[in-house]
């Protein structure tokens, strides 16, 4: 079957997931209560500005498929208004 309900879209697909390290990254910071003997505190390996980056442009796209939604139902409402009016 071609698109989802309704005959809308492809939907999504996971293809993959892929995982950091488990035992993550390993930072000098001594006055950390967690830090071990030498000074050192496991830290998870993910970069925040990534992570923060890939969100922002998530959501540029989510409004821009608003938007074209928008737009289309709106000349949806023109189109059927012609009609009425003749």
Request: proline content about 5%; overall charge negative; aromatic content about 4%.
């Amino acid at each position: 079957m071609n698109g989802g309900p309704g005959g809308t879209g492809a939907g999504v697909q996971v293809t993959g997931i892929a995982y950091g390290s488990a035992s993550g990254v390993e930072v000098y910071a001594p006055s950390n209560p967690l830090a071990d003997a030498k000074g050192l505190v496991r830290e998870p390996a993910v970069d925040m500005g990534e992570q923060m980056s890939d969100m922002m442009i998530a959501e540029r796209g989510y409004e821009a498929n608003l938007a074209v939604i928008s737009r289309a139902e709106s000349a949806y409402q023109a189109a059927l208004t012609i009609g009425q009016n003749a």
